[in-house]
């Protein structure tokens, strides 16, 4: 089992930044590949970006390319989620997600076996 835990949401203008943090327990991080989502109210759980084990690769939604950057620490057991020049529609429930294999595809959240609890951002216009 891996437990995941997010942290960092919370409210900001339009226009500002946050960093959420996931950190991981219960197994070797390094063996995992981390992702995040998110999902709006009423909307499904939508990719936003994944990151390699050693953090070598990674890839990111059209919505958020060039906006938003993923990374990890092995060290610390943490990935990351560093989101500049939020906008309004960038409000939802960020969740972090685990999986053990990679087939080619990252996109698809039945693809992951472990989940955080999520945590909120909100963007104010």
């Known amino acids: 089992q891996v437990q995941l835990v997010e942290s960092g949401g919370g409210t900001v203008q339009a226009g500002g930044s946050l960093r959420l943090s996931c950190a991981a327990s219960?197994?070797?991080?390094?063996?995992?590949?981390m992702a995040w989502f998110r999902q709006a109210p009423g909307k499904e759980r939508d990719f936003v970006a994944f990151?390699?084990?050693?953090?070598?690769?990674?890839y990111f939604a059209d919505s958020v390319k060039d906006r938003f950057t993923i990374s990890r620490d092995n060290a610390k057991n943490t990935v990351y989620l560093q989101m500049n020049s939020l906008k309004p529609e960038d409000t939802a429930v960020y969740y972090c997600?685990?999986?053990?294999?990679?087939?080619?595809?990252?996109?698809?959240?039945?693809?992951?076996?472990?989940w955080g609890q999520g945590t909120q951002v909100t963007v104010s216009s």
């Open positions: 990151i390699t084990r050693a953090g070598r690769t990674t």
């Open positions: 219960g197994r070797t991080f390094s063996d995992y590949y």
């Open positions: 997600a685990a999986r053990r294999y990679y087939s080619g595809s990252y996109q698809f959240s039945y693809e992951y076996d472990y």
